[in-house]
Nanobody, 124 residues
Framework: QVQLIESGGGLVQPGDSLRLSCAASGRTLGTNAMGWFRQAPGKEREFVAGISRTGGKTNYLDSVKGRFTVSRDITKNTVYLRMNSVKPEDTAVYYC?????????????????WGQGTQVTVSS
């Protein structure tokens, strides 16, 4: 089994920055392609960002391009989501996800494991 633990969520004001972290542990079998999703109240869960096993390739939801950055520290088996210039519409529960197979993580990737989620609220 694989465990994904997110942290870093909270209440921020529009225009602020925030960094989410996701630490993977358990039977990760080395590095894995990982991603971030979010789910706002009354809406379906949507893909936000993904990063390849090596960290060399990333993918983003159009509405967060230029504001969010996904990165990873392979030595710590941790993935990050840096969120800049946040907007009220970024308010959601953010979930970390992992693929056991595959090199990349795109908007159509199907995760094998999920984290428990961390709440991000953007409000003045």
């Amino acid at each position: 089994q694989v465990q994904l633990i997110e942290s870093g969520g909270g209440l921020v004001q529009p225009g602020d920055s925030l960094r989410l972290s996701c630490a993977a542990s358990g039977r990760t079998l080395g590095t894995n392609a990982m991603g971030w999703f979010r789910q706002a109240p009354g809406k379906e869960r949507e893909f936000v960002a993904g990063i390849s096993r090596t960290g060399g390739k990333t993918n983003y939801l159009d509405s967060v391009k230029g504001r969010f950055t996904v990165s990873r520290d392979i030595t710590k088996n941790t993935v990050y989501l840096r969120m800049n210039s946040v907007k009220p519409e970024d308010t959601a529960v953010y979930y970390c996800a992992l693929r056991t197979l595959g090199l990349d993580f795109t908007s159509t990737s199907k995760p094998d494991f999920w984290g428990q989620g961390t709440q991000v609220t953007v409000s003045s």
